[in-house]
């Protein structure tokens, strides 16, 4: 592959440029953490780029998407994160608008598509339970049939935002007498169906992502089935498969490092700017090139994908395995530059409406205990670190 800049995409990355500077307002551009901000934030921007017809980034043009590919799609996550744009509703648009443009019916499509478009309807995923995580396939909620609906009753852990969501995606056992993949169902439910108790996980970053679900006598129409009955496993393995490129999350890596770097000029130490300290430098140049070589195998990743070629499934473990670890560093890295202030989380401090809000370096200091913490979670979620490993090991002979 080829890692000189061509000349379409310098066309299309000014477009994208020229776009984030005309449309993205100041007030979302306070969003510097990489991590999901206030839910109207989300919406705003999801609207705005719906107006400008990039409501869906990664979809084909048949779909109501961009139809832009993997290279032009990295490109505009590298531009909206250098402007501090906020991140998408990653449920809805990465996750299930593929699944319900390949395996969805045409009324799934006309009643579910338009609103992850335009952000007004925000998804989560319902597939960890109690005992089941990586070991997904032994998941337990079960979903009886009953005339022309499913009876859900079960709990679901780590629902991502079943707080702020109006719908949800679930696997449910509907048949426990086959081999426990063959038993799994895809459906789509609204989170305002009676029976439905969310209950909040406050995690270590002090902050309210998660959630455990309950489902106590759920009703769910039959045509909310997406696939076939026992069909929900295929589905989850295409869902799983889907944007390898996008788990190594580059641009909360390319914000870490552009906030290292300004870190650097700004902090001083004994009034010595910690760039001009050589275990700062040092430390910092060598992240700086891991993220080089990463971002190489993001594009190769990419590259890949593109092909439809199945070693795409190596390398997107691989980079999912050394970004989330240089994400945890990089992180670690912020919060020890901080000195002693690293070690204090502001997040909570009441907003003072009237006041101005506080400027990017300001608010990024504020944010980077928190966040620090928060990216522990990253070798966790999407597939731990362990289970990548081990998916390479069994796939890395086969080429
Ligand atoms: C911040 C966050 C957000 C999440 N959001 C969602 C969400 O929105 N929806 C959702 O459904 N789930 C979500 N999850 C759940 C996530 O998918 C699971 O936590 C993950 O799959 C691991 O499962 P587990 O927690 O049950 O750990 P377990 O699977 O019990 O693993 C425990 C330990 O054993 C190791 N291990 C397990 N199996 C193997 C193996 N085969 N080989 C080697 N080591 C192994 C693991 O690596 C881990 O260290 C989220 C998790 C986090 C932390």
Redesign the pocket.
């Given at each position: 592959m080829d890692f000189r800049p061509d000349d379409g995409l310098s066309a299309f990355r000014n477009e994208v440029r020229q776009f984030l500077r005309t449309r993205l307002p100041d007030k979302l551009k306070g969003s510097v953490s990489g991590v999901r901000g206030p839910k109207g934030d989300l919406q705003h921007w999801q609207r705005l780029l719906h107006e400008q017809g990039w409501g869906g980034p990664s979809w084909a043009l048949e779909h109501g998407g961009t139809g832009w590919n993997p290279q032009q799609l990295y490109v505009f996550d590298e531009e909206c994160a250098a402007a501090g744009a906020p991140p998408q509703d990653i449920?809805g648009q990465r996750l299930l608008g593929p699944v319900l443009n390949e395996f969805g019916t045409a009324e799934q499509k006309a009643q579910h598509l338009p609103g992850i478009l335009s952000g007004e309807r925000l998804w989560?995923?319902?597939?960890?339970e109690p005992?089941?995580?990586?070991?997904?396939a032994s998941m337990r909620t079960q979903a009886v049939l009953d005339g022309d609906a499913y009876v859900i009753n079960g709990q679901?852990?780590?629902?991502?935002?079943a707080h702020e969501a109006e719908w949800i995606f679930l696997l449910v056992r509907t048949n426990p007498s086959v081999k426990k993949q063959a038993g799994i169902s895809f459906l789509l439910v609204d989170m305002k169906t009676p029976g439905i108790t969310v209950k909040p996980i406050w995690?270590i970053d002090g902050q309210h992502?998660?959630n455990e679900t309950f489902f106590d006598n759920v009703r769910v129409p039959v045509g909310n089935r997406v696939g076939e009955d026992g069909g929900g496993w295929g589905i989850t393995k295409f869902l799983l498969n889907n944007e390898h490129a996008a788990t190594a999350e580059l641009p909360a890596l390319l914000r870490f490092m552009r906030q290292l770097k300004q870190l650097g000029q700004r902090q001083t130490v004994n009034g010595t700017p910690l760039i001009e300290r050589p275990e700062f430098a040092l430390r910092l140049v060598q992240m700086d090139s891991e993220l080089t070589a990463l971002s190489m195998m993001v594009r190769r990743v990419v590259a890949l994908e593109m092909d439809h070629s199945p070693q795409a499934h190596v390398l997107g473990s691989l980079l999912k395995v050394r970004a989330t670890d240089l994400q945890q560093r990089m992180g670690d890295f912020l919060v020890e530059a901080l000195g002693d202030d690293g070690a204090v989380s502001y997040i909570h401090e009441p907003a003072d409406q009237d006041a101005d809000a506080p400027a990017p370096y300001e608010a990024m200091r504020r944010n980077v205990a928190s966040e620090m913490f928060?990216r522990r979670?990253t070798t966790?979620?999407?597939?731990?670190?362990?289970?990548q490993?081990?998916i390479v090991a069994k796939l890395l002979f086969q080429f």
């Open positions: 449920f989560c995923q319902g597939f960890s005992d089941a995580g990586s070991d997904l679901k852990i780590w629902t991502s935002y995690t992502h998660l928060f979670a966790i979620y999407g597939g731990t670190s362990e289970v490993r081990g």
